[in-house]
């Protein structure tokens, strides 16, 4: 078997880093005060080492590319340049898959962003937050350490089995003495030493990345440092519940669970068990014969609300943190989302909040002027054309009815916009696109398979993101007769524009409406 000459140097590399590392450990052993001690650094050193030595692979395949590799102005350039980003890719989802923890965390945040060659966004996705269950005795230091050596005397039960497992934390199943049940979220032992060195070879890793590739991540790198400091800290995901359960007390048909603070601390959260089934469960929605229509748009409700309202979003809506159950008290069919995992939010920029929702009032008004104030505030003026695509799919002007595909005549002038587009503008738009419109996005995104999934169609979530973004822009305003014309000037260009766009141009040409 011919070996190649990146994967021969950076196996002599790997072989040093692991002498080093080696000689390291038996240094910092001799310091260790207990076993747990030592496995964390154990585990540690072992985890950099293999970091290090994957970024020490990587490094040689890019210098012999660029050195040896086909010449940049060649044809073959493209597709060559592809296969080196994609054999790197592969590398690095190894090392997350291999590594697990917050790798695996890291990982799917580089696969949200757009600013990265594709070969990696594409490879990384596969990502999952989930971790290996862990023995209830390895677990149990931390209840001892949270509730007292008499943990006990505080339930009547307690599930030595988990029933759900991930980077920073396992969850069990437990009754209070009282009969409440509840789901006890339990921090890994060890685990803020552990992040402590996964970050030090994060850091490493992006140095030698960035030295190799040219592509730098310290901006993300930083970002994912601040959320995991948030993350560790179960109390404030307590804190977090209560106030999206504040957000959302007016709308039944969305549940938070109740934390338990006298059963909780930094490591430890004790909350309501809540239960139900995942939303893409289909099979178990038609058996409790619940509306999928109506759970669409409870998610895009969710989200709007967040959104556009309160500018206060979840970081991580995927379908393992919503359940889906029979709304308690409500007409048989009536479901109720449940969120779930408020470990990380994210705060919007109050101005950005307003310009997101200016953006959508654009794309209901059609007004190019509105469109092009808010790109330019963003930083992309230019690209101005290429917003009502990337959130609705469609051109400004399109004349189609929503739900409906765009015009051949329509997607021919798409289709000459796009061709102009080159991969270094791309990659200026997304890179200057400001962080929290591509959280929304990747947000949004999420979302989408869900709707697929319950046969809802996009529309849905158009017209609710559509009527949120207007409320959006009343938030902590004075409403007055002015407010209330313009509402119903909304909704009339919400009806129009769901029966088909050619009403509203036609309407418009009249001077019926502005």
Same mark, same amino acid.
């Given at each position: 078997?011919?070996?190649?000459?990146?994967?021969?140097?950076?196996?002599?590399?790997?072989?040093?880093?692991?002498?080093?590392?080696?000689?390291?450990?038996?240094?910092?052993?001799?310091?260790c005060?207990?076993?747990?001690?030592?496995?964390?650094?154990?585990r540690?050193?072992?985890?950099?080492?293999?970091?290090?030595?994957?970024?020490?692979?990587?490094?040689?395949?890019?210098?012999?590319?660029?050195?040896?590799g086909?010449?940049?102005?060649?044809?073959?350039?493209?597709?060559?340049?592809?296969?080196?980003?994609?054999?790197?890719?592969k590398?690095?989802?190894?090392?997350?898959?291999?590594?697990?923890?917050?790798?695996?965390?890291?990982?799917?945040?580089?696969?949200?962003?757009?600013?990265?060659?594709?070969?990696?966004?594409?490879?990384?996705?596969?990502?999952?937050?989930?971790?290996?269950?862990?023995?209830?005795?390895?677990?149990?230091?931390?209840?001892?350490?949270?509730?007292?050596?008499?943990?006990?005397?505080?339930?009547?039960?307690?599930?030595?089995?988990?029933?759900?497992?991930?980077?920073?934390?396992?969850?069990?199943?437990?009754?209070?003495q009282?009969?409440?049940?509840?789901?006890?979220?339990?921090?890994?032992?060890?685990?803020?030493?552990?992040?402590?060195?996964?970050?030090?070879?994060?850091?490493?890793?992006?140095?030698?990345?960035?030295?190799?590739?040219?592509?730098?991540?310290?901006?993300?790198?930083?970002?994912?440092?601040?959320?995991?400091?948030?993350?560790?800290?179960?109390?404030?995901?307590?804190?977090?519940?209560?106030r999206?359960?504040?957000?959302?007390?007016?709308?039944?048909?969305?549940?938070?669970?109740?934390?338990?603070?006298?059963?909780?601390?930094?490591?430890?959260?004790?909350?309501?068990?809540?239960?139900?089934?995942?939303?893409?469960?289909?099979?178990?929605?038609?058996?409790?014969?619940?509306?999928?229509?109506?759970?669409?748009?409870?998610?895009?409700?969710?989200?709007?609300?967040?959104?556009?309202?309160?500018?206060?979003?979840?970081?991580?809506?995927?379908?393992?943190? *919503?359940?889906? =159950? #029979?709304?308690?008290?409500?007409? $048989?069919?009536?479901?109720? %989302?449940v969120? &779930?995992?408020?470990?990380? /939010?994210?705060?919007?920029?109050?101005?950005?909040?307003?310009?997101?929702c200016?953006?959508?009032?654009?794309?209901?008004?059609?007004?190019?002027?509105?469109?092009?104030?808010?790109?330019?505030?963003?930083?992309?003026?230019?690209?101005?054309?290429?917003?009502?695509?990337i959130?609705?799919?469609?051109?400004?002007?399109?004349?189609?009815?929503?739900?409906?595909?765009?015009?051949?005549?329509?997607r021919?002038?798409?289709?000459?916009?796009?061709?102009?587009?080159?991969?270094?503008?791309?990659?200026?738009?997304?890179?200057?696109?400001?962080?929290?419109?591509?959280?929304?996005?990747?947000?949004? *995104?999420?979302? =989408? #398979?869900?709707?697929?999934?319950? $046969?809802?169609?996009?529309? %849905?979530?158009? &017209?609710?993101?559509?009527? /949120?973004a207007?409320k959006g822009?009343?938030v902590?305003?004075?409403?007055?007769?002015?407010?209330?014309?313009?509402?119903?000037?909304?909704?009339?260009?919400?009806?129009?524009?769901?029966?088909?766009?050619?009403?509203?141009?036609?309407l418009?040409?009249?001077?019926?409406?502005?």
């Open positions: 078997m011919v070996v190649s000459a990146p994967a021969r140097t950076g196996r002599r590399i790997a072989q040093i880093v692991g002498v080093t590392a080696a000689a390291s450990l038996a240094y910092d052993l001799k310091d005060h207990n076993l747990l001690e030592a496995q964390v650094k154990v540690g050193l072992i985890r950099f080492a293999r970091t290090i030595g994957t970024g020490l692979v990587i490094i040689p395949d890019y210098w012999l590319h660029s050195r040896f086909v010449d940049s102005s060649s044809a073959d350039y493209k597709k060559s340049r592809s296969e080196l980003h994609l054999r790197s890719a590398r690095l989802l190894a090392l997350c898959q291999t590594n697990g923890g917050i790798f695996n965390k890291a990982g799917q945040q580089a696969a949200s962003y757009y600013s990265i060659p594709k070969e990696y966004t594409e490879t990384l996705s596969v990502l999952q937050d989930k971790a290996p269950f862990q023995p209830f005795e390895y677990m149990e230091v931390v209840l001892k350490e949270s509730l007292g050596e008499r943990w006990k005397d505080m339930f009547a039960s307690f599930d030595h089995e988990p029933i759900g497992a991930a980077s920073l934390a396992q969850v069990h199943k437990a009754i209070t009282d009969g409440r049940e509840v789901a006890v979220k339990m921090q890994y032992p060890g685990l803020q030493q552990q992040v402590e060195r996964d970050l030090m070879a994060m850091t490493w890793l992006n140095k030698l990345f960035k030295n190799s590739t040219g592509i730098d991540l310290s901006w993300m790198l930083q970002e994912f440092k601040e959320c995991l400091s948030k993350e560790l800290d179960f109390l404030h995901e307590g804190e977090n519940a209560e999206v359960a504040e957000m959302f007390k007016s709308i039944p048909e969305v549940a938070i669970p109740k934390i338990h603070w006298d059963l909780s601390s930094s490591q430890l959260l004790t909350m309501q068990f809540m239960h139900g089934c995942k939303v893409t469960d289909v099979s178990k929605l038609d058996e409790m014969q619940l509306d999928k229509k109506r759970i669409g748009v409870l998610l895009s409700e969710i989200v709007a609300d967040m959104v556009f309202i309160h500018g206060f979003v979840h970081s991580d809506l995927h379908p393992g943190n *919503l359940l889906v =159950r #029979p709304m308690p008290g409500a007409p $048989q069919g009536t479901p109720q %989302v969120l &779930l995992d408020h470990g990380l /939010y994210r705060e919007l920029d109050p101005a950005l909040r307003v310009q997101y200016t953006l959508w009032k654009s794309l209901l008004k059609r007004d190019d002027k509105l469109l092009h104030d808010v790109a330019d505030q963003w930083g992309v003026g230019g690209y101005a054309r290429y917003l009502p695509l959130f609705t799919q469609r051109n400004l002007g399109s004349t189609a009815a929503l739900g409906q595909r765009m015009t051949s005549d329509e021919k002038e798409l289709n000459r916009h796009l061709s102009q587009l080159t991969g270094e503008t791309v990659h200026y738009f997304f890179e200057h696109l400001p962080r929290d419109v591509l959280f929304i996005l990747r947000t949004t *995104l999420m979302l =989408r #398979p869900v709707h697929i999934l319950l $046969q809802v169609d996009s529309r %849905v979530q158009f &017209l609710v993101y559509a009527d /949120y207007f822009l009343y902590n305003s004075h409403i007055g007769y002015g407010y209330y014309l313009e509402l119903l000037s909304f909704k009339l260009r919400l009806w129009l524009l769901e029966k088909g766009g050619f009403l509203l141009k036609l418009k040409f009249l001077g019926a409406i502005s």
